[in-house]
């Protein structure tokens, strides 16, 4: 069903990023699997795949090298890629560097990041720093030239394949909050000591617990001014929020057409299940949820091209979307009856990656708080 906030180029972006997914990537990650993480190389293939359809550099100026679309755009690429490319689809490094970064840092960078010659991801959340990101503990001590890293972030996607990122520090330990910077790291992981998780669903990434130890950085590699950088992470996170609703609609939907499918193929009692009445109620269910999710998220995208703040509208947006896209999952595995938990078809696999979707960028309890505190103007949190 069309979006009111679409137009007819945005449909054709969506048909053009359908098509390259279910006709290559699909078939691609079904020849080798979907249970063991990328290697570099494979997930450069991949993301190539997209770089015709502006991915990912979809919302980076024409003048730095990207597709210079706008953020609802980008919003139709997530929900297409996500199926297939998890959290890689809120591919944020580029866009960061577009928006925050020097003439200097965009010519080092953002070519090789738009082409995917190098892969990139960001480090905020630490072992003991999650919701809290003001209380970020790594250092970047200044020596001459340049900042030395000790300290260590943890669940950064595709974290032992990125040779790019952008970490969150502290660069004024006393200053506390205000102390904070961002910097962009090229990894080099002989010197990083990093280990891997195993989790509950997109296996197809590696996410790492990397350690920097003395890790030298240059001063002019820092991402805006020092101490912007707790600013300019809640600014650009309003994005991200809006990245992690979209995927969980297109995880969603994905799960409705797979659903869909199958009550029409499979038969009990001499007839398709599809046409018995609490079949069609969860599908109408889960249709339901999924469009009040897509047009919450289509708002936060049409806010972002106006140049609108809507830290309230990405939270809503965020914590409703990815419980409706777990929800709607569940729906779509009890459709299946016994397959939906085998490996036979791929409503197991989206229901663990829906699971996944409830933390990043704030868990859900954390925005309902958000929420609470703009309509009643009181701090849960302080």
Not at 42 to 57: H, I, N, S
Request: proline share 4%.
């Amino acid at each position: 069903m069309p979006d009111a906030l679409l137009t007819t180029a945005h449909e054709e972006l969506r048909r053009r990023v359908r098509d390259v997914r279910d006709r290559v990537m699909v078939p691609f990650l079904q020849r080798r699997g979907w249970e063991r993480p990328l290697s570099g190389d494979e997930l450069k293939t991949l993301l190539r795949m997209t770089v015709p359809l502006g991915y990912p550099g979809a919302v980076v100026a024409k003048a730095d090298g990207g597709a210079g679309l706008d953020y609802l755009s980008l919003g139709v690429l997530v929900e297409e890629l996500a199926p297939v490319l998890g959290f890689v689809a809120a591919h944020v490094v580029p866009r960061q560097i577009a928006l925050l970064g020097s003439p200097a840092q965009k010519r080092r960078y953002l070519p090789a990041l738009l082409a995917v010659e190098r892969l990139s991801t960001t480090a905020i959340t630490e072992p003991g720093v999650g919701s809290d990101a003001g209380a970020i503990a790594m250092t970047a001590r200044r020596a001459g030239a340049r900042y030395v890293l000790d300290g260590t972030k943890t669940w950064l996607t595709i974290g032992t394949i990125a040779e790019v990122a952008t970490v969150l520090v502290s660069t004024d330990p006393a200053a506390g909050p205000r102390g904070l910077s961002r910097l962009i790291v090229d990894l080099d992981h002989a010197r990083l000591a990093s280990t891997t998780f195993t989790t509950l669903g997109d296996r197809l990434l590696p996410f790492a617990q990397v350690r920097f130890e003395g890790y030298e950085v240059p001063i002019e590699n820092r991402l805006g001014e020092e101490g912007e950088g707790l600013r300019t992470t809640l600014r650009a996170i309003q994005a991200s929020r809006a990245s992690m609703a979209t995927h969980a609609v297109g995880i969603a939907q994905a799960a409705i057409d797979a659903a869909v499918a199958y009550a029409k193929e499979r038969r009990q009692f001499g007839r398709p299940i599809g046409s018995f009445q609490l079949v069609q109620g969860m599908v109408a269910d889960m249709i339901a949820e999924t469009e009040a999710a897509r047009l919450l998220a289509n708002r936060v995208w049409a806010m972002l091209d106006r140049g609108e703040d809507c830290a309230r509208e990405a939270s809503i947006a965020k914590f409703y979307a990815t419980e409706a896209a777990l929800r709607v999952t569940s729906k779509a595995i009890q459709i299946h009856g016994a397959y939906g938990v085998s490996d036979r078809y791929p409503v197991e696999r989206l229901f663990r990656d829906a699971r996944m979707l409830t933390f990043p960028d704030g868990t859900s309890e954390i925005h309902r708080l958000l929420v609470g505190r703009a309509a009643l103007g009181l701090d849960a949190f302080r």
